[in-house]
């Protein structure tokens, strides 16, 4: 089935943006590939290339059924014992995370004509840690992360979170993302969406979700947004 692209995202509507959320894994944070990698590993008896290719697919589909299983578990109570379990099991070793190439001069420049969150399932806990690691805490003036909102990604209640939070109506905030599940919450929102392509998503299911814009790299906004100035 095919789908009509959506509005095109122009330079000139980057300059009306207030707002700036951005997923974690795959678009500020390379570990996608570090998860693709690990799963591939366990299927090389399939061939290294198609081992990979697989690998991808399943990290990717997983992350929609793996977010509403998170928001039923919440529904009737288990989420806390869930996050300490994590807790407990992570510090075996203090995780470390790698920032995507580019990514903060983007962040940088953003800061200083808007204001800028993460929206992302990944828990406080991580989110804070990424930050805290790579100095980029005093960017970031909102975290909705696993633990903030009942619901998260596809579900809008994280993008909502996020505008309402920093008193922004939703139409003038974009979601930078890498999966079908970033573009669908931010248009549900009634958001922007970008989609960039350094993590798992695929060019062609990012425009199928809706997406005005995508991208080769996160690092790849910042011409444009200079350009919308």
Known sequence: MT???PTPFLPQHLGKIRGWFFDLDGTLMDTDDQAVEALA??????GNRRSRRL???IVMLSETPMNHAMTLLDSIGFDPW????RHRLRRRGELTFQLIPGVRPLIQHLATIGQLAVVSTRSQEDAVLFLKQHALSDYFHVLATQETTKRLKPHPEPVLYAAKQLGLDPAACVMVGDTPVDIRAARRAGAWAIGVLCGFGEEAELWRAGAHMVLESTADLLPLVAQSR
């Open 55 to 57: 690998a991808r697919r």
């Open 41 to 46: 590993h366990r299927l090389r008896l399939i």
């Open 3 to 5: 789908s009509t692209r």
């Open 82 to 85: 869930i996050f300490a379990l």
